[in-house]
C-alpha cells in the first residue's frame, strides 16, 4: 500500500529498511517519492505514465539521485522541473533521454535521425507533421534512410527529386484520374522537409554541412486563384450529394464552402468544440494552422450540415467521422477516426466530371468563399478575420495584446455569405442565378 510522508530530513533519516524495496511517497508533491532498499539505500525517484504509439500506457521512473548525497532542496527542485516538462510540455523525458544518448553515443542514419525530428516537430505543435512523415517514407528512405547523416551527399539528393518528377510524368500518362502535374510541388515540399532534418542534425553537431543545399532545387509552388462562380457554385452545393459519394464525405465538402475554413481543420473538428447555444465552433490553439484561438460563427447552412451528419458521426469525437456508410446505420461507431490528408482531393478529382466543374480542389471553395464575399461589399478585412487569413501584422505589441476575438465581424460575414447562398443555391435552375451586378445590388440593402 503506496506510503505518504513529510519529505523533511528528520523523517527520512529515520526510515528503517525493510526485507524488501518500499517506496515513500511526499506529502502535497505528486509522483515524487524515495524508494528504501533492504540495505539501507535511500534514492529520491520521479514517476509518471506516458502513451506510446501503439495507445499502450507504461509507466516511466526517473532516478532523481541518492539521499543524502543530494539533497531534499536539490531533490524537490529537479523534481519540479521534471514534473513540468512531462505535465505542462508533454515530454516524455526518460524516452528523451534515451534518444539523445543513442544519437550520442555514434552514427545514425536519417532513417533513425529523422524519427527525432519528427518528435521534435510534434513536441513543437507542428500542424502538418503527419504530412512530413508521409514524405520522408515515400521519397526520402527508399534513396537515403539506410545512409549514415554524414554520407549523404549531393548527388543523393538531385536522385530525390528526379525520382518525384519521373513518378508524376508517369502518373499523368497512365492515370486519367490523376490531375496533371508537373511534380514540382512534391519536389519543393519534400526536400524543405529534409532540409529541415539536416539543419537539425547540424544544429545538434552531428554532421558538418547540409547536403540539400548544394543542389539547385527543381521544385516549385504556385499559388492556385481559382475561384468557383456562381453558376458553378449552384453547381457544386445542388450536385455534389448526388455524384455516389459518400454523404458524410459530401456534406464536409459543403460545409467547408458554408464555414470559409481549412479542409483540414474541417476534417477534423470535434463535437467538443461545438457551442450549439452561441452557433459558434471554437477551435483552440492546437487545432488552427495559424497556432491561436479562433471562434467560427455558424450560419444556417452550416448548422444544417451538421444536423444532416450527426446520424452517421454523433457517437465518435468527430463531425466527419471518417465513415462510407450511405445511409445512417443502426448501430453508431464511436472509433471513427478523421478522414485522410488526401481523401476529399481524390474524391474531387474522381468525381469532378459528374458534377460538371473542371480544375477545382477543395481548398478553392474556401477561397471562393472568402472571395465572393468581399466581391459584393463587404470590407477585406471580414473576410480575412473569418477565413482565419494570416494578417500582415508587424507591430509585434498590438499582436499580443490585442486579444479581441472579433466575434461582431466574423458574424456579420458569416450572416452575409448565408445571403449570397441563399441567393445562389435557392434558384431552381442554374438559368436562375444571379450576375455579380445582381447580387451587389440585393447584398446593399444589407451593408
Given amino acids: 500500500m503506496p506510503q505518504t510522508i513529510k519529505f523533511i530530513d528528520s523523517v527520512i533519516r529515520n ?50 539521485g541518492k539521499y543524502p548525497e543530494i539533497s531534499i532542496r536539490s531533490a ?37 535521425f529523422t524519427q527525432v525530428y519528427l518528435e521534435t516537430g510534434r513536441q513543437k505543435g507542428k500542424v502538418d507533421i503527419k504530412t512530413e512523415e508521409h514524405s520522408f517514407k515515400r521519397d526520402v528512405f527508399p534513396v537515403i534512410g539506410a545512409k549514415n547523416l554524414d554520407e549523404v551527399t549531393p548527388d543523393d539528393i538531385e536522385k530525390i527529386q528526379s525520382i518525384i518528377l519521373h513518378r508524376a510524368k508517369e502518373k499523368n500518362k497512365t492515370n486519367k484520374n490523376f490531375a496533371r502535374r508537373s511534380g514540382r510541388g512534391a519536389v519543393y515540399h519534400t526536400l524543405a522537409y529534409t532540409r529541415q532534418m ?12 547540409n547536403p540539400v543545399y548544394a543542389i539547385d532545387s527543381l521544385g516549385s509552388i504556385k499559388a ?48 467538443e468544440a461545438y457551442k450549439p447555444d452561441e452557433k459558434i465552433w471554437q477551435m483552440t490553439m492546437e487545432e488552427t494552422k495559424n497556432r491561436t484561438m479562433h471562434r467560427v460563427p455558424l450560419n444556417k447552412y452550416a448548422l444544417d450540415i451538421i444536423k444532416s451528419v450527426r446520424p452517421y ?40 466530371d459528374d458534377i460538371g466543374i473542371n480544375d477545382f480542389t477543395p481548398h478553392d471553395l474556401r477561397r471562393t468563399a472568402a472571395t465572393w464575399i468581399t466581391g459584393v461589399g463587404l470590407p477585406e478585412l471580414y473576410a480575412r478575420l473569418v477565413s482565419f487569413i494570416a494578417s500582415n501584422m508587424s507591430n509585434t505589441t498590438s499582436h499580443v495584446y490585442v486579444q479581441y476575438s472579433y466575434d461582431f465581424e466574423k458574424r456579420r460575414a458569416v450572416d452575409i455569405w448565408e445571403y449570397v447562398l441563399d441567393q445562389i443555391v435557392q434558384c431552381p435552375t442554374i438559368e436562375d442565378v444571379p450576375s455579380l451586378d445582381e447580387l451587389r445590388s440585393r447584398v446593399s440593402g444589407l451593408l
Fill in 15 to 64: 526510515l528503517k529498511p525493510t526485507s524488501k524495496r518500499e517506496t515513500y511517497w511526499c506529502d502535497g508533491a505528486p509522483s515524487f517519492g524515495l524508494r528504501v532498499t533492504p540495505h539501507g539505500s535511500k534514492t529520491f525517484v520521479f514517476k509518471y505514465t506516458v502513451t506510446l504509439s501503439n495507445s499502450n500506457r507504461t509507466t516511466r521512473w526517473v532516478t532523481i
Fill in 76 to 112: 524537490r527542485t529537479q523534481y519540479t522541473e521534471l514534473y513540468e516538462q512531462v505535465h505542462d510540455y508533454g515530454h516524455d523525458v526518460v524516452a528523451e533521454k534515451k534518444e539523445e544518448e543513442k544519437i550520442q553515443s555514434g552514427k545514425l542514419t536519417v532513417e533513425q
Fill in 198 to 209: 539536416f539543419n537539425l542534425a547540424l544544429k545538434k553537431g552531428l554532421i558538418d554541412h
Fill in 224 to 271: 492556385r486563384d481559382r475561384v468557383l462562380d456562381f453558376k458553378e457554385i449552384w453547381l457544386f452545393w445542388n450536385g455534389i450529394e448526388n455524384i455516389g459519394l459518400p454523404p458524410v464525405t459530401a456534406k464536409l465538402l459543403k460545409f467547408i464552402l458554408a464555414s470559409m475554413q481549412r479542409g483540414n481543420e474541417v476534417r477534423h473538428m470535434r463535437y
Fill in 313 to 352: 458521426t454523433e457517437s465518435c469525437p468527430y463531425v466527419f467521422g471518417a465513415t462510407r456508410a450511405l445511409s445512417p446505420p443502426d448501430e453508431l461507431k464511436d472509433d471513427l477516426i478523421p478522414l485522410g490528408n488526401t481523401a476529399l482531393s481524390q474524391a474531387i478529382r474522381k468525381k469532378r
